[in-house]
């Protein structure tokens, strides 16, 4: 099944260009390890899932790109064509020449109704192309005004186009500090607003990410595209061709469906954590050798800690003792800083993949008390490394990961509405106070939910 992939934003359109790229590196990339066969099953799966093809033979990305400003999507466009091994579609892309001003309402209230049509008959058309539809994956940054605002009234019109559609939104989560001074109003409209429409969101924090490039990839001057590559890297690990747990010898077709399936138990809970091991600079990996023991130890470890990345884990959290004779209410006695989980996706790929013991991930006090662990707990494989990696592993986590930004986020919008500070900028655009007391609402009712697992 295909995907169709929906760039919003400034944001949206330079990670999208770094996915193709990283997914077209992957399987152009020479892999020894692998019989021909097998190398030809997982090109077909990804061009099926990620591109389509032109008179000239190269590989088209199914995508739509949109963004207010012409600069970005001229840019996305042409360094793509450049790079000879993949392109976009000349057509499928949608731009102005004014921008969001940084501000929610005027991207959703005033340039999606506006542009909704011409928007959507983009996303039709590219719909179309695909032979079997597997859903959409819209790329969007949660701060700025077109990606959040225009990209949250996108959501909205594709879950009525296309109601039995699978749709997640990757959502990149603000720096803490210095980005804009009414992003924390953007953030908590964007999300109480996908959380209506998305099936799940998969949330990558640009503080966390800007550590890996400081202390994995060992960065001195660190730029948007060293940030863009990071997540591109990490978003290519889950979604390259991989055999689930009962799709036999065949590689999955449906990616999406299969994800919402293992991590998406209960509409309340949509907030998806992605963790990659290892990663390090590029002229490293032939003087490193990893060890599948030692992969996955680490790996639960920033689990159960909430350790976004191998620096820096504490090794002092450990999962809650379940004792048989007391009730399963083990959240009353869960240790400080323990990350309960609602389900884990891991993802192996490369040598010996096969014979990897993942037994400690289906430990009962890692998930939520009316979880059977047996259930919240898949495992996808393949034996074909990934992008120079002999061995490499990614965890999918829908767990209490994302409370204490979030908490922060709602916490400091508040306190701003409550001075009715800049409130009238969003007003002027349609989108009144009620709106703002619903999203609080709603976002308040997710932390209530995460919190009590």
């Not at 976009?88 to 940084?102: I, M, V």
């Not at 590219?126 to 959501?155: H, N, P, Q, W, Y």
């Not at 003792?321 to 993802?347: D, E, G, M, Q």
Request: glycine share 8%.
């Amino acid at each position: 099944m295909s995907i169709v992939t929906v760039q919003l934003g400034q944001c949206g359109n330079q990670i999208g260009h770094e996915v193709f790229n990283t997914i077209c590196g992957d399987v152009l990339g020479t892999h020894g390890l692998c019989s021909k066969k097998e190398n030809e099953s997982y090109h077909d799966a990804c061009k099926e899932r990620f591109f389509s093809e032109d008179k000239s033979e190269v590989p088209v990305a199914r995508a739509v790109l949109v963004d207010m400003e012409p600069k970005v999507i001229s840019q996305t466009l042409s360094t793509a064509a450049r790079s000879g091994s993949w392109k976009y579609n000349d057509r499928s892309h949608f731009c102005q020449k004014q921008g969001s001003g940084n501000n929610w309402a005027n991207g959703y209230s005033v340039h999606g109704p506006r542009h909704k049509e011409v928007i959507m008959n983009l996303v039709q058309k590219e719909a179309e192309k695909c032979d079997r539809l597997g859903g959409f994956f819209t790329i969007m940054s949660m701060a700025g005004g077109t990606g959040s605002g225009l990209g949250a009234f996108v959501t909205q019109c594709l879950r009525d186009a296309f109601p039995s559609s699978f749709i997640l939104n990757h959502v990149i989560w603000p720096y803490g500090t210095g980005e804009v001074i009414v992003q924390n109003y953007n953030s908590v409209l964007t999300l109480s607003h996908l959380y209506q429409s998305s099936d799940a969101l998969l949330v990558h924090e640009n503080d966390v990410i800007h550590k890996i490039c400081a202390q994995r990839m060992n960065i001195k001057q660190i730029s948007f595209r060293d940030v863009n590559q990071v997540i591109a890297h990490q978003l290519g690990s889950v979604f390259q061709p991989t055999y689930t747990a009962g799709g036999g010898s065949h590689y999955s077709r449906n990616p999406l469906g299969d994800l919402m399936e293992s991590l998406v138990p209960h509409p309340e809970f949509k907030m998806l954590g992605l963790r990659n091991i290892p990663q390090m600079p590029e002229n490293s990996l032939a003087y490193s050798t990893f060890h599948w023991p030692g992969l996955i130890k680490h790996l639960r470890q920033m689990l159960i800690a909430n350790a976004k990345m191998e620096e820096g884990i504490d090794w002092q959290v450990r999962p809650p003792h379940l004792s048989s004779s007391v009730p399963s209410t083990h959240s009353t006695n869960k240790p400080l800083h323990f990350n309960t989980s609602i389900a884990n996706l891991v993802v192996l790929r490369g040598k010996d993949v096969h014979s990897v013991d993942i037994g400690s991930f289906q430990d009962p006090s890692l998930y939520a008390c009316w979880l059977n662990p047996q259930e919240a707990f898949n495992a996808w494989k393949t034996p074909r490394a990934f992008n120079k990696y002999e061995k490499s592993t990614s965890l999918v986590s829908n767990s209490q990961f994302l409370l204490k930004p979030l908490d922060n986020v709602v916490g400091k919008a508040w306190n701003m509405f409550a001075s009715k500070a800049y409130v009238h900028q969003y007003t002027k655009f349609g989108i009144e106070e009620e709106d703002f007391l619903d999203s609080f609402t709603a976002l308040e009712q997710v932390i209530s939910s995460y919190t009590n697992l």
